[in-house]
């Protein structure tokens, strides 16, 4: 009788990257992941998904951490399993295009600090924004995974999806995953489309990647392998389900009792989880506390998982958390009208708050961000299908869209970057590259790093932590009869917190603190001293203001090294960009009321502002 072979599929672990992005805010520290990186690395996983899409950026942003500097350290312990990252194709790590010759050296210093795998995607799936990236990870000796960003609409089907497949096999792509970022694939079409995918590239190996917002990734996960998918992407209990994706240890369960072979470790996996599940109160204290564990309402509006708690966090910073219903119901609509894009970082954050803002603004696209503007124009690539041509004719009001390769359009970007940098902040190549893609965030972080550690200003991420118990404690005052002052360090932790809503607002809206909640918390007068010194006379309040449309951070350019957008002095008309608010991700032009001069500007670049603050003096 023959021997019959035994079927396996292979596990990619999340925890380290999309898992907690999805649950954490991505607030994972290096020391986080390296107390436990070893049992990782023994754990028989396929491939550990550690670094890129949002980490990278945060890492700088919010944890005072080098981004290279952790994945350096990553690969020192790793010996046994290969490293995976998420690489946004064109965009790289970030939220645009960035020129041919910054993404190329990216890929090149990341193979050389010791990345094994791309994930490489396009959020519109336009094989023109992946050519650069795969050609150079396939140069410097990586294994390039193309990418399939998964939604349905009248245009996605499984043979547009098979023609885009084969177009990435053209490009030399090693791998395939389907990437089901919102969790909107059924059983059912997993299986058409990873049947349609075998039938017509019968020798290209097919990883799947699901969240289970909806609830069905487990049982998506079953169709796509029966039907020939090789791999799936799960992480530890403690950081799975809700927005993140189903746990190692249920998934082999039910591929166990299957007859699959998964190569996991049980014993490591329980060693992992309970790692995380300690680790838990001290990096998820606020995070999915108001939310759903399954929520069937994405099968409507698609959002991913950690876009839809942004867009709460958001509109809580704009004090209207209570329109989120009118949010996601124009989310569709709005997605509709701009060709059926794929909610995907950058889209999903485009779409998002193109949504917001038609919902807040009152008018449908009384007030459009510079990104939707650019994704109309073609910057973004070629939407899925049509943009609506009234609206398209509006929104451009004259301007031609381009029908190029985007970053064809580019200028070398390595250059400027580094004449723009003073050579004392800079310790490394890698270090131009982070500020090539997020310049702000990138000088912000050198500029810190560059100060003695007892002149540093707290770790944002840090900070958050503190905001976050002093919000508790005065809920716990509030409920209190007659709440005795705090002590001490507690009274320390809401001046503190005080202070950094002062200086930052809600740094990724995921600590939910009203800051009048804090001003309410009974502090000693020895330890509120430093909150009431005596600020300098205020110069005469202007009679007439130009004031903030959302809550954010206020630039007079739209990207740093750029001019500012008008000067103290001059004259503009009616509906002429004055500044910009980055909120939500986005930067978001404030445009003129009237006809009229800007007097003087009443805020610093960089200064965070609320909405309907004053931010000029206009006459």
């Keep these: 009788m023959a021997k019959t072979e035994k079927k396996t599929v292979r596990f990619v672990d999340t925890t380290l990257r999309d898992a907690h992005q999805s649950l954490w805010a991505t607030r994972m520290r290096t020391k986080d992941i390296l107390g436990i990186l070893e049992a990782v690395d023994d754990a028989g996983f396929y491939a550990i998904e550690c670094w890129g899409g949002a980490t990278f950026d945060v890492c700088m942003r919010f944890l005072r951490e080098d981004p290279w500097e952790r994945l350096r350290q990553i690969k020192a312990v790793c010996k046994k399993t290969p490293l995976q990252m998420l690489l946004r194709g064109q965009n790289c790590l970030g939220y645009k295009h960035y020129p041919d010759d910054v993404l190329d050296r990216c890929v090149a210093k990341m193979c050389e600090n010791g990345m094994d795998i791309f994930r490489c995607f396009d959020a519109l799936n336009d094989v023109r924004n992946l050519e650069a990236a795969i050609k150079a990870v396939k140069k410097y000796g990586g294994h390039a995974q193309g990418t399939i960003c998964y939604t349905f609409s009248p245009v996605h089907t499984v043979a547009n999806y098979v023609k885009f497949a084969k177009e990435q096999v053209q490009l030399g792509i090693d791998s395939l995953a389907i990437k089901d970022m919102a969790g909107i694939l059924t059983p059912s079409a997993a299986r058409e489309l990873v049947t349609g995918l075998k039938k017509a590239l019968p020798d290209l190996p097919i990883e799947v990647h699901s969240h289970m917002t909806s609830g069905m990734a487990p049982a998506m996960y079953m169709a796509a392998v029966e039907a020939g998918a090789g791999a799936i992407d799960c992480a530890v209990a403690t950081l799975s389900g809700f927005s993140s994706q189903p746990a190692h240890g249920t998934m082999h369960a039910i591929f166990e009792g299957l007859g699959y072979e998964t190569g996991i470790k049980t014993d490591r996996i329980t060693e992992i989880d309970n790692y995380f599940k300690a680790l838990k109160p001290e990096r998820a204290l606020q995070a999915n506390a108001d939310a759903e564990a399954v929520d069937v309402q994405v099968l409507l509006h698609h959002i991913p998982g950690g876009m839809i708690s942004n867009t709460r966090s958001q509109l809580a910073q704009q004090d209207a958390l209570d329109r989120l219903p009118e949010v996601l119901e124009e989310l569709p609509r709005v997605r509709k009208d701009m060709g059926y894009p794929p909610l995907v970082t950058p889209t999903s954050q485009i779409m998002g708050v193109q949504a ?250 960089g200064e965070n502002v609320s909405k309907g603050s004053p931010i000029a003096e206009i006459e």
């Design 356 to 605: 917001v803002l038609n919902v807040l603004g009152g008018e449908r696209y009384g007030m459009v961000s510079n990104e939707t503007k650019q994704y109309v124009k073609g910057y973004y690539g070629r939407s899925p299908a049509p943009v609506d041509k009234a609206l398209e004719k509006k929104i451009l009001a004259g301007e031609k869209k381009i029908t190029c390769r985007p970053a064809d359009l580019l200028e070398p970007g390595l250059p400027q970057a580094a004449k723009e940098l003073d050579p004392k902040l800079i310790q490394t190549e890698e270090d131009i590259l982070s500020y090539c893609m997020f310049p702000a965030v990138a000088l912000d972080y050198f500029q810190w790093r560059a100060k003695p550690e007892g002149e540093r200003d707290p770790i944002p991420a840090d900070s958050e932590m503190t905001i976050a118990k002093a919000a508790a404690k005065a809920e716990e005052a509030k409920a209190a009869p007659a709440p005795a002052p705090l002590g001490a360090d507690d009274a320390k932790f809401a001046v503190i917190g005080k202070q950094f809503v002062a200086l930052f607002g809600s740094l990724g809206g995921n600590i939910k603190v009203d800051a009048s909640a804090l001003a309410a918390v009974p502090t000693t007068d020895a330890a509120a001293a430093p909150a009431a010194e005596a600020a300098p006379a205020a110069a005469a309040a202007p009679k007439k203001t130009l004031n903030a449309t959302l809550t954010g951070t206020f630039y007079r350019s739209d990207a740093p090294g750029k001019p500012n957008m008008v000067e103290e002095g001059a004259s503009v008309k009616a509906g002429d960009p004055v500044c910009v608010l980055e909120a939500m991700k986005l930067f978001n032009p404030v445009k003129a009321p009237e006809n009229c001069k800007i007097i003087r500007f009443l805020v610093q670049p």
